[in-house]
């Protein structure tokens, strides 16, 4: 179906993991739906490394064999390093020695409806290609090339009128419901004033692929890295993309970079020479894209739902790729999503009422994530101590999984929270100086 008065159940804007999950359920379910993406895919884009809980959806959608036919590599775990010794804390839990590198296996804690002991890193071009491309196959309509010009979510007879501009004409399509997987455009999110941007988490990324840097060997050769960079809440990413090439970001506050007064290239460099073993290695490979900038990511919406809307993926929310959680939230809030608007569909009935369990899970969800980022940047030597004690180890393997979207919060991120406060209100803690800057409370309560 197309032209000027289509009419679909659903329509969506954006064709990313979160609006082509959206779409796969939806199709699945037996509506009809269209999905309105302005980009010509493949297209580049950044978040290459998944998280465990992704799984469930691959399974659900019937998509995990083609992510094993493609070839992504496996991620089994994940890494972080430092450099230099940080002082040990004598604590009533026990001796806290930070060491410069903590790892974890996903296989440590059991995952329900995962039965597959890793995840994947992927080349987002081709990733996000193929999961829409699926959605189409199980049914779905997809526009690529089209923009969308405006939305009246009060159209006749309770329709939600879209107006979009594709094959060089504008044209109108009707829906029964709307949904906004536009990624960080925030297409509804910006016209219903919805969006609160964080002031104190305005976290900045540099970042490219270089072909032939030497990984680490054995099986942590294909782990996520995360390297701290001697720079205040600044850190670097590792991720295979292929069994050559890797992708590598620099993410710092957007502070950092103003105050350098220098060019992306120049930035980037100089951070890579405080960790000299991975300058080293990189200047000994090859880079194979100019460097590309990631910026005003932090943000939430109001709410995450309206009468005949809701907002998904990073729609909806983002803080920060520390724990690769972009795709996760994505195909997460599909899938919830997905089950909210084939129960309305069967009621007849779209109305904001119909999405509040939604709205509840996902923020309850991303708060978690929001939560063990800060206090993550806050006190990262922190973290060390938490992953390495049997004590909390799979309460942050849970976290670093996927496993999120409880409304009860983690009762670890309250320990965590705990000696983060000791450590602030004790200006003589050999930890204080370590303390990071972010401290933003601005997304809470939203």
Known sequence: MSGDGAMFDVAIIGGGP???????????????????????????????????????????????????????????????????????????????DPDCYVSVRF?????????????????RAKFDEMLLKHAEGLGATVWQGTVVRGVDLDGPDGSVVVTYARDGEEQELTARMLVDASGRRAFLGNRLDLKVTDSVFDQYAIHTWFDGYERESGPEGDYIFIHFLPVTNTWVWQIPITDSITSFGVVTQKMNFKAASASMDEFFWECMKSRPELYEKLKASRQLRPLKPEGDYSYAMKRFCGDRFVLVGDAARFVDPIFSSGVSIALTSGKLASQAILAAAEAGDFSRSRFDEFERTMKAGCEHWYEFITLYYRLNVLFTYF??????????????????????????????????????ENPGHVWHDLLGSLTAESLRET
């Open 387 to 424: 992953i390495s004690d049997p004590k909390y180890r799979l309460d942050i393997l849970r976290l670093l999984q996927g496993d999120v979207y409880d409304e009860e919060k983690p009762p670890v991120l309250q320990k965590m929270r705990d000696m983060v406060t000791q450590v602030e």
């Open 18 to 96: 979160a609006g082509s999950s959206t779409a796969a359920y939806l199709a699945k379910g037996g509506l009809s739906c269209v999905v309105l993406e302005r980009e010509r895919f493949p297209r580049e884009h950044v978040g290459e490394s998944l998280v465990p809980s992704t799984t469930r959806v691959f399974k659900e959608l019937g998509f995990l064999d083609k992510m094993e036919e493609a070839g992504f590599p496996h991620k089994y775990g994940a890494a972080w390093t430092t450099s230099g010794d940080h002082p040990t804390y004598s604590h009533d839990w026990g001796d806290i």
């Open 107 to 123: 296989e440590e804690r059991t995952q329900e409806g995962v039965s597959q002991n890793y995840t994947y890193h992927v080349d």
